[in-house]
């Protein structure tokens, strides 16, 4: 998914674009709210990003970083 190859290129406002567009293909891709939440969070959208990454959990995305990304964007929610 190119909006993976902008996110790690650090061009969220692309990769945000381009995961929206895959989320409306595959809208029970998890992975993909997952990579969407970190660009929510990178621009500082941390409500987005908490929407995300429950989705991301919800469609079975169980991992650790997962939950630790959910956690830290709780706690930066919180401070904004």
Same mark, same amino acid.
């Given at each position: 998914?190119? &909006?993976?190859? !902008? /996110?790690?290129? $650090?061009? #969220?406002?692309? *990769?945000? @674009? %381009?995961?929206?567009? +895959? =989320?409306?293909?595959?809208?029970?891709?998890?992975?993909?709210?997952?990579?969407? &939440?970190?660009? !929510? /969070?990178?621009? $500082?959208? #941390?409500?987005? *990003?908490? @929407? %995300?990454?429950?989705? +991301? =959990?919800?469609?079975?995305?169980?991992?650790?970083?997962?939950?630790?990304?959910?956690?830290?964007? !709780?706690?930066?929610?919180?401070?904004?």
């Amino acid at each position: 998914n190119r &909006g993976i190859i !902008y /996110y790690n290129a $650090d061009d #969220y406002s692309k *990769a945000l @674009a %381009d995961l929206n567009v +895959a =989320i409306r293909i595959m809208p029970s891709d998890a992975e993909l709210y997952y990579i969407r &939440g970190k660009v !929510y /969070y990178m621009l $500082d959208n #941390y409500n987005n *990003a908490i @929407a %995300d990454y429950k989705k +991301a =959990i919800a469609l079975g995305l169980e991992y650790e970083e997962v939950h630790q990304s959910l956690q830290d964007a !709780y706690k930066r929610a919180k401070k904004h």
